[in-house]
């Protein structure tokens, strides 16, 4: 019998977490699991995978039935299983999310998660419980908000005593040392590795805004910002925070993967702020904020780039709409850090 696969959904509070901060689990800014005690039934790496977990009812490999996911032997002496992953990206964790999609009769009954901030890897002594010990259920997302306020490069996961888990997601910002960058340096100020984030957006129907910060180039549509079908007056929008108040001096947009809905055109608004604005007014806030360019054509599946029209000063935010609605897969404001 061939292979059936079913797509678990993710939470709508986990949703809403991923679309406002980054998950630094995500193997693209360099996060890998080192370590796993047991993972005979399915592999560690799966762990992290960017993809929603899959099950599917007719796949058996050699161990046994496959899972998309992590999933350790049952335990047949004293202890309990654990892995260890390494963040590409140093980061504050606002929150995270445990995801036992698909395993019903072999989750692990409870978990507990802790973090290290280590150049090496960490000593027992390096640890800190960022989550305490609590119960797991089944086929479902544990969506748990963090009270640490200091960034962490190290992971790791305790089962109890064994089992599976299908996904880690890790839900923060990138803490970049930006003592190391010269003011002369030109870097992207918006790179998600640079600590840039999406802050605000008025539809993110198909795919989230912190997407078009992202390294490399979109592998596929869904990985970048793209809206739903405009049908009413009006364009899209979204507020991004840069990294680092910074000059831009070049400013690249790619349309890669979008061919029959790229943005017929584009502008840029830039400001330096002190604090993010208030939720309920940043619509309105940033719409006054200066034109850094104006509204300019784009073109289908291509990269382009652009000097700013008008002559800014450093900037903390930028506001990017789209005319009328369409897709972005890749955003990318060059300049040097104030």
């Given at each position: 019998m061939?292979?059936?696969?079913i797509t678990a959904a993710p939470a709508p509070e986990a949703e809403a977490?991923?679309?406002r901060c980054i998950d630094l689990a995500h193997p693209r800014l360099g996060t890998t699991v080192t370590f796993a005690t047991d993972d005979f039934f399915a592999d560690k790496s799966r762990l992290i995978a960017p993809e929603a977990p899959v099950f599917y009812p007719d796949r058996f490999d050699d161990n046994g039935k496959w899972m998309d996911g992590w999933e350790s032997r049952r335990k047949r002496v004293a202890g309990h299983d654990f892995c260890v992953v390494k963040l590409g990206q140093r980061g504050r964790i606002h929150a995270v999310d445990i995801d036992t999609a698909f395993f019903t009769g072999n989750f692990p009954p409870e978990a507990m998660l802790e973090a290290a901030d280590t150049q090496g890897e960490p000593g027992e002594g390096d640890w800190t419980v960022l989550v305490e010990r609590r119960a797991l259920k089944g086929d479902s997302h544990h969506v748990i908000e963090t009270a640490s306020d200091?960034?962490?490069s190290w992971l790791r996961l305790h089962i109890y005593p064994d089992g599976?888990?299908?996904?880690?997601?890790?839900?923060?910002?990138?803490?970049?040392?930006?003592?190391t960058v010269s003011p002369d340096e030109i870097v992207n100020l918006v790179a998600l590795e640079n600590g840039g984030?999406?802050?605000?957006?008025?539809?993110?129907?198909?795919?989230?805004p912190a997407n078009m910060l992202a390294p490399g180039r979109a592998p596929v549509m869904s990985d970048g910002w793209e809206t739903a079908r405009r049908r009413r007056p009006g364009n899209d929008w979204c507020v991004l925070k840069l990294g680092h108040a910074g000059t831009i001096e070049r400013i690249h947009v790619d349309t890669r993967h979008f061919k029959?809905?790229?943005?017929?055109?584009?502008?840029?608004?830039?400001i330096r702020l002190?604090?993010?604005p208030a939720t309920d007014a940043i619509e309105a806030?940033?719409?006054a904020w200066p034109l850094l360019l104006g509204e300019t054509k784009l073109a289908a599946d291509a990269i382009a780039e652009f000097t700013p029209a008008a002559a800014a000063g450093p900037a903390t935010h930028v506001r990017l709409d789209i005319y009328p609605d369409g897709g972005i897969s890749r955003l990318r404001l060059f300049g040097k850090k104030a």
């Amino acid at each position: 019998m061939s292979d059936r696969f079913i797509t678990a959904a993710p939470a709508p509070e986990a949703e809403a977490l991923l679309k406002r901060c980054i998950d630094l689990a995500h193997p693209r800014l360099g996060t890998t699991v080192t370590f796993a005690t047991d993972d005979f039934f399915a592999d560690k790496s799966r762990l992290i995978a960017p993809e929603a977990p899959v099950f599917y009812p007719d796949r058996f490999d050699d161990n046994g039935k496959w899972m998309d996911g992590w999933e350790s032997r049952r335990k047949r002496v004293a202890g309990h299983d654990f892995c260890v992953v390494k963040l590409g990206q140093r980061g504050r964790i606002h929150a995270v999310d445990i995801d036992t999609a698909f395993f019903t009769g072999n989750f692990p009954p409870e978990a507990m998660l802790e973090a290290a901030d280590t150049q090496g890897e960490p000593g027992e002594g390096d640890w800190t419980v960022l989550v305490e010990r609590r119960a797991l259920k089944g086929d479902s997302h544990h969506v748990i908000e963090t009270a640490s306020d200091r960034p962490w490069s190290w992971l790791r996961l305790h089962i109890y005593p064994d089992g599976g888990v299908a996904r880690l997601r890790v839900y923060g910002t990138v803490e970049k040392d930006w003592s190391t960058v010269s003011p002369d340096e030109i870097v992207n100020l918006v790179a998600l590795e640079n600590g840039g984030t999406a802050i605000a957006w008025n539809d993110a129907h198909y795919g989230a805004p912190a997407n078009m910060l992202a390294p490399g180039r979109a592998p596929v549509m869904s990985d970048g910002w793209e809206t739903a079908r405009r049908r009413r007056p009006g364009n899209d929008w979204c507020v991004l925070k840069l990294g680092h108040a910074g000059t831009i001096e070049r400013i690249h947009v790619d349309t890669r993967h979008f061919k029959g809905n790229f943005p017929d055109r584009f502008s840029l608004k830039a400001i330096r702020l002190d604090a993010d604005p208030a939720t309920d007014a940043i619509e309105a806030a940033s719409a006054a904020w200066p034109l850094l360019l104006g509204e300019t054509k784009l073109a289908a599946d291509a990269i382009a780039e652009f000097t700013p029209a008008a002559a800014a000063g450093p900037a903390t935010h930028v506001r990017l709409d789209i005319y009328p609605d369409g897709g972005i897969s890749r955003l990318r404001l060059f300049g040097k850090k104030a």
